[in-house]
Nanobody, 122 residues
Framework: QVQVQESGGGLVQAGDALRLSCTTQ????????ISWFRQAPGQEREFVAI????????QYADSVKGRFAISRDNRDNTIYLHMNGLKSEDTAIYFC???????????????WGQGTQVTVSS
């Protein structure tokens, strides 16, 4: 079992920035990719961003492209989601996921964290 833990959520105003953190264990063959998904009330879990551990591959949902950035701290196994220009429609629970494959489908993610709430007030 791969442990995944998110942190950094909170209540912010529209236009503000926020940084989410995701910690997990040392990457292995089964933990090639780290992704962020989000789920708003009554909605399906949707893809936000994904990267591989080496950082050579990064992909974003169109809705966050240019505002959000995924990165890794090379000193440890922490993955960040830098969120700028937050909008009310970004309000959701944000989940960090670990997968063997490059995927935008939540059903293909192998391990999940518990999620962290992000609320953007307009």
């Amino acid at each position: 079992q791969v442990q995944v833990q998110e942190s950094g959520g909170g209540l912010v105003q529209a236009g503000d920035a926020l940084r989410l953190s995701c910690t997990t264990q040392t990457p292995t063959r089964t933990t090639n990719y780290i992704s962020w998904f989000r789920q708003a009330p009554g909605q399906e879990r949707e893809f936000v961003a994904i990267m591989n551990w080496r950082g050579g591959i990064k992909q974003y949902a169109d809705s966050v492209k240019g505002r959000f950035a995924i990165s890794r701290d090379n000193r440890d196994n922490t993955i960040y989601l830098h969120m700028n220009g937050l909008k009310s429609e970004d309000t959701a629970i944000y989940f960090c996921g670990v997968s063997r494959v490059l995927t935008r489908a939540h059903g293909s993610v192998d391990y999940w964290g518990q999620g962290t709430q992000v609320t953007v007030s307009s």
